[in-house]
């Protein structure tokens, strides 16, 4: 990693040419503030927080909102419970979590109409 990647990771920034930090609406969004988005995943079909910031290692604090947004989100969304699950398999350098619902890993099935 340069120097200049390590500033601007722990300068909490966004870096180009990453798609979430690009944040494009290709999917329902559920919710966004200064720290995260919510939206549903194009692969999944289940909400997905995504950290505003590009780095692998939020913030504590950042984590807790993130999480209680995610909850309550998922609350609002699926049918059943959920577990997070934050395994970054497609875009690891990029902080996300999904809601997944309980017994199950995609969201066909647990959706509110």
């Given at each position: ?108 099935g647990y959706r509110r109409t």
């Amino acid at each position: 990693m340069s120097e200049t990647e390590t500033t601007e990771l722990t300068e909490l920034t966004k870096i180009d040419g990453c798609d979430l930090c690009e944040a494009a609406r290709i999917t329902p969004w559920f919710h966004e503030d200064d720290v995260c988005w919510i939206a549903e995943c194009e692969i999944c079909y289940v909400p997905m927080v995504v950290w505003r910031f590009h780095g692998t290692e939020p913030p504590a604090e950042h984590l807790d909102h993130m999480m209680t947004e995610l909850a309550r989100i998922a609350g609002q969304v699926l049918t059943v419970g959920h577990y997070v699950d934050d395994n970054m398999r497609n875009i690891p350098d990029h902080y996300h979590a999904h809601a997944r619902p309980e017994g199950g890993f995609f969201g066909h099935g647990y959706r509110r109409t």
